[in-house]
């Protein structure tokens, strides 16, 4: 049993206190914990987490392993990548009556003389909304990712592996890469997509380390290569992009906004955001509830009714 003042201390104190090895604990932080940032440096940090975080992060991995039969490890990938997610929710609103509009991303959120809000969805389509007024004092300052989109030629065997190129001299954030096969159907057959991404504070910031570390990458890549050398992985597209991560708010009365994705690898952040912006709008209902399986009745016998 931890007590709450452990939970609350470091984790890397916490792994410390337990006698992990300098390597181990590397493992557990970064590998396992999902720590973005330096938390055994010779400096303190303000990006330290907690024995809470990391015991629960941890305990979420474990239960993860082995959970489908035909999935490796801890992680699952879905099919045709993450947009797929967006168009089963598209299905699911639909079903309960919702307008969800797709590919029409929200261009400017402009406020007439009498404080009348005006969603403007690409190109012009307005949605007026109730006369409130509005309130800026709880806008979020927003962070930002670094994403880099590689494609290599060349079929690998495996079909989903996540990589942490190691914490260097001058890092600040870890660089997570996500390797999919084409089986994924994320990119064409006979090739494999590498999808890097790191935290930063803006946009120079982040796209600075990608080339170095895509580099890197493309190295490591060959070097678990189990192929020929005339067989070693060839980069032949990329791009870098810099997405700002903001938070959900109501701050526009009857205009509700979502966070957007963030650094993560899971949806741990996303699902919480969503439940208080659920909770916030319908406050007694309940989120996502579960149904009962229906009671089929014996289709044996003919009724005579």
Known sequence: MISEEDLDRPFVEFLNQHGLS???????????????????????????????????????????????????????????????????????????GALYVLRMPVAALLMDEEK?????????????????????????????????????????KTILRVFLLALEEKQVAAVRLLQLSSNLAVCPSGM?????????????????????????????????SESTDDMQPTLIWSCVYVQEITQGTSTFGSLWSCSMPDENLDYRNILESTKKLFGDIYPDEEFLPRNSAPVHGDDDSDSTE
């Open 116 to 156: 009348k809000h005006f969603l403007i969805i690409d190109p012009s389509y307005k949605i007026p909304t109730l006369d409130v007024p509005s309130d800026d004092s709880n806008s979020n300052f927003p962070r930002s990712v670094a994403r880099r989109i590689c494609i290599f030629s060349n079929v690998r």
């Open 22 to 96: 300098p390597k181990m604990r590397v493992v557990v932080l970064h590998a396992i914990a999902m720590a973005d940032y330096d938390q055994d440096g010779p400096e303190p940090s303000e990006n330290l987490i907690t024995t809470r975080e990391g015991i629960k992060t941890i305990a979420l991995h474990s239960s993860s392993i082995g959970r489908f039969a035909n999935a490796e490890g801890a992680f699952i990938y879905p099919m045709y990548g993450h947009g797929e997610l967006p168009q089963a929710f598209c299905r699911c609103a639909a079903v309960k």
């Open 192 to 224: 494999f997509m590498a999808y890097l991404s790191t935290p930063c504070t803006d946009a120079s910031a982040g796209k600075h380390p990608q080339p170095q570390d895509s580099d890197g990458s493309e190295g490591h890549l060959e070097s678990t």
